[in-house]
């Protein structure tokens, strides 16, 4: 009998002990599966933030390019004043001149204003694929959380 309960007790001990072991292993993963969730949602932040940042470069190299061609058009028609022979022709050509610069003037200003609006979407793409990023971390932190302190409670059961 004495036997019986010794083995008994040893068993007894040898699963409690099992159970505390098991408790952080499993905790362990659970942390580890957060932590490479975390590192997943993070990276997917980043590249939509690069992506957003490369289609705000785009935008402003091609604001910059439309307006260098409507400026370069402006000062076309302002070296023609250089090229009058009368005065009729200096002063049509002035007007013609000014008239291109204003359209170049406002063509420069639509260019910009394009490429600022695409500037600004970038950004709250870039915010906004944070922001997901950090709850999906949140969460993932929270389900290790909780299943570590799930396995502390069965270690405690079992003692």
Known sequence: MKKIIAALASVLLVTTAFAQTAAPSDAGKAQMKANSEKSEAQATANKKKAEAQSDADKAQASANEDKASAQADADKKAAKKEKATTPKEASDARGEAMKAQARADK?????????????????????????????????????????AADAKVDAAKKQ
């Open 107 to 147: 063509k420069k200003h639509a260019a910009q204003a394009k490429a600022d609006k695409k500037k600004h979407e970038a950004a709250q793409d870039a915010n906004v694929a944070q922001a997901k990023a950090d709850k999906e971390k949140v969460e993932a932190q929270g389900d290790a959380n909780k299943k």
